[in-house]
């Protein structure tokens, strides 16, 4: 499992794409949630941390405090960034110091924040950037997505591929501690969150425990009623690689699963 946390929606670019409709206004997530998230550390060690903003390294302090304690948890961390930090030595060589994994984004979304100077660094350094050429279907959600949504993209669904798809996504069980504290279901392939898991549930530690029968089938349920005029119906409706109607899910044309025992489930 990946256990993520979005700890701010400031970033000095400004994404078409952004699912977080992030700002420059300072953000910083509250004590109280971060505690949460290092209670549910605490509790049951996920396989990754992934730390999701904004762009995370506007505020380095605050990183440097946070990956020390995880790493008494997790030895697996990855912070996604937007790479701007490369353009200020002394903050790459604190982020070098973290010796955690670095996720830069690069596509057609994010090079329109580039300079001549930047693409210069990124290419020299040895970080994993996450490239996705102009020929790639990108998913304009967030503030693009009224823009694009014409266009009737297509995607697939990690929220089936935690069950029946693990060849392609090892850890496609993905929840992410929103900045309210809500825990939601993170999709591997639009990285995007879907729905808070828990809805007016309180998070509990055993929730946490029984996350592969109480989730995924309350997930599930979700996702089969969700509406198309609520965001996760939004998203999930962009699904290309799952398919879900009143009866069943199909990978690639071929049934997987029936929808049946989603439906009547209770948590
Ligand atoms: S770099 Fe990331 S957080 Fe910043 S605007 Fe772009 S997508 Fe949003």
Redesign the pocket.
Known sequence: MVLGIMVS?Q?????R????D?SHEYSWIEDAVLEKFFEMLEYGCPDEVYI????PFLHINEIENMVARIQRYCRKIVI???GSFLMNQKLSDRVKALHVTIRI?DDR??RE?WTNKFKEKLISSDYWVVSKDASEDMIPV?RAYEEFKHLKYNMGCSLLTGRYDKEFYPNAERYMVMMDGSVNLYCATIEGSLANVFEDKKITYDLLVEREKIFHNYLMKEVIHCQEDTYMGKMCNLCSKYKITEDAIFLNGKKVADTQDYRNFEV
């Open positions: 929606k970033c000095n670019f400004h994404c794409h952004c699912m977080v992030s999701l903003g904004g762009e996604f960034t937007n984004s979304f994010h924040f967030g």
